[in-house]
T-cell receptor
Framework: EADIYQTPRYLVIGTGKKITLECSQTMGHDKMYWYQQDPGMELHLIHY???????EKGDLSSESTVSRIRTEHFPLTLESARPSHTSQYLCASSDTGQVLKGYTFGSGTRLTVV | GQQLNQSPQSMFIQEGEDVSMNCTSS?????WLWYKQDPGEGPVLLIA?????ELTSNGRLTAQFGITRKDSFLNISASIPSDVGIYFC????????????FGAGTRLAVHP
């Protein structure tokens, strides 16, 4: 059973609103990641963190921002949502001490901007 | 950057058929992993491979780490409707800070 939680599962919001997608993990993993995925399509890394106060941009440019103030929490924020931000956002985590176990993914947040 | 070429992009098969998909890379990887994503969910790890030539099974699933360390395949035997989903390969090399490189996915549809 996954110990990484994303809220909300679904969000429909108007253009221009500020939103924060929450991601928390209870496994004590040091590394966390955000992926953007259009339905049925590839996973695109947009942000990652190697530990507290460490954040990096991923391979796909994104207007979102992230923060990592606590090990277990890695929220993603969009200051002004646009229809082009409509997508599924997946959070994942991994542990440097358990490299061979790969990533654990959350169930995702399906965002629709109208 | 590094890329994984995953094929086929999609498959539509009859229940009971065997399925095979693979990933190739121009770079050497130390670890290969296979994930499955059910519709509306996040990917879940199916099989992890740690050694060149390794063959690992998980129920009806079998995966192999290619001897050149540049490829991996996943086989599903006797497919059932719940095998529907997207299958992603992922690889990691020694310099990747634990960062995985994902393939583009194989979309599997199973007709009863």
């Amino acid at each position: 059973e996954a110990d990484i939680y994303q809220t909300p599962r679904y969000l429909v919001i108007g253009t221009g609103k500020k939103i924060t997608l929450e991601c928390s993990q209870t496994m004590g993993h040091d590394k966390m990641y955000w992926y953007q995925q259009d339905p049925g399509m590839e996973l695109h890394l947009i942000h990652y963190s190697y530990g507290v106060n460490s954040t990096e941009k991923g391979d796909l440019s994104s207007e979102s921002t992230v923060s990592r103030i606590r090990t277990e929490h890695f929220p993603l924020t969009l200051e002004s949502a646009r229809p082009s931000h409509t997508s599924q956002y997946l959070c994942a985590s991994s542990d440097t001490g358990q490299v061979l176990k790969g990533y654990t993914f959350g169930s995702g947040t399906r965002l629709t901007v109208v | 950057g590094q890329q994984l070429n995953q094929s086929p992009q999609s498959m539509f098969i009859q229940e009971g058929e065997d399925v095979s998909m693979n990933c190739t890379s121009s770079s050497i990887f130390n670890t290969w992993l296979w994930y499955k994503q059910d519709p509306g969910e996040g990917p879940v790890l199916l099989i992890a491979l740690y050694k060149a030539g390794e063959l690992t099974s998980n129920g009806r699933l079998t995966a192999q780490f290619g001897i050149t360390r540049k490829d991996s395949f996943l086989n599903i035997s006797a497919s059932i409707p719940s095998d529907v989903g997207i299958y992603f390969c992922a690889g990691r090399n020694s310099g990747g800070y634990n960062k995985l490189i994902f393939g583009a996915g194989t979309r599997l549809a199973v007709h009863p």
